[in-house]
């Protein structure tokens, strides 16, 4: 029986990178056996960027290599600090998550974020093999498009074109947070100084 | 004559994303032409990534595409908020840069970075298009590999299997800054906190 608090990740049979490839296959299964799915996966990855569109056939070759992950409701996908023992790139198609970046005890509002169709989860350690720098559980339901690592090698293997497209993507998604990250930084600066002017004005009147 | 104030970017001359092009390319050359320096761009984009490692070929397959660009002491090289006018993506060679996040204001330390040799900037605007995230400065005379986005779209055409490594490694470096401003923003979330607690306290007492 496949443990309910652990999320399937649609991680490849075949990839040497992923150690518990073997509970996971039994729980998923390709992506393409849901039509439906396959077909929101397909938009979803086609977000126009600046510099490379996927055409939709281009995005059908991506859905290809993917595995529908379902992930029942109060699960922690990923756990900040984690190493990337699950090497699986997640794309929500149904239901949401929320990521906690550890920030609570800050400025409310910031700390956490619930996300839904369209964002993905778990690219970055992907990419880095990094610990985990949020975690994340399933408020819902879930349902996802997963593409492991050994899925993604492939996909660079056999479609370099479509692989390094869908990677302009993920850089892209990446960087928008980067830049959303350097806003909040800016808010928070700001905080921190007009505490700190408070502070010293409280003194100077005592 | 160039004006010595506006950087070389590097641009491809046949790239209609580039509009200032023409002025450009008088004042770069391809970085073949450099074999210690194209050696150097080759070694630096070979960092290693969890996922995927360019071979030397390879990255010789990028320099290719890779223009030199010599920038002066004292250059604005990008400023904060500018639209992505100059889409080129510099591999830093030789000489130093400043990063100024806008951050100046809040606690110290944080708010500009020197980057050498194998820093890469210029990217994300490359990639999405959107205003500048970070205004950068050289601190001394910058040799720099440039990889224009029409440089990038030939590689992507040309050398797909290269390019969709390529991009893997720059969102590798994209991720990379996403975690360590992640720190930052924990440093100043909790700063933020103790601040506030003092100040509550000090209400306490008067």
Do not use: W
């Not at 397909?42 to 059908?60: C, W």
């Amino acid at each position: 029986m496949p443990d309910p608090k652990t999320p399937s990740t649609g991680a490849e049979p075949t990839s040497p990178a992923a150690p518990d490839a073997s509970a996971i296959t039994s729980r998923t299964r390709p992506l393409d056996e849901t039509p439906t799915l396959a077909a929101m996966a397909v938009e979803l990855i086609r977000t126009p960027t600046a510099l490379v569109q996927l055409s939709a056939d281009e995005a059908r070759q991506v859905v290809a290599f993917m595995r529908m992950v379902v992930v029942p409701k109060d699960t922690v996908l990923l756990r900040e600090g984690d190493a990337g023992s699950v090497n699986t790139m997640l794309l929500l198609l149904e239901g949401q998550v929320a990521v906690d970046t550890g920030l609570a005890g800050g400025a409310p509002g910031l700390e956490i974020a619930v996300i839904g169709p369209g964002s993905i989860i778990g690219e970055m350690s992907l990419l880095d093999g990094a610990p985990r720098s949020a975690s994340c559980t399933t408020v819902s339901i879930v349902k996802a498009a997963g593409l492991s690592r050994g899925g993604l090698e492939r996909l660079i293997e056999e479609h370099p074109r479509v692989a390094a497209k869908l990677m302009v993507g993920v850089a892209q998604r990446i960087a928008e947070r980067l830049r959303s990250l350097g806003q909040q930084l800016l808010v928070y600066s700001q905080i921190a100084a007009s505490l700190q002017a408070r502070l010293d004005q409280q003194r100077h009147e005592t």
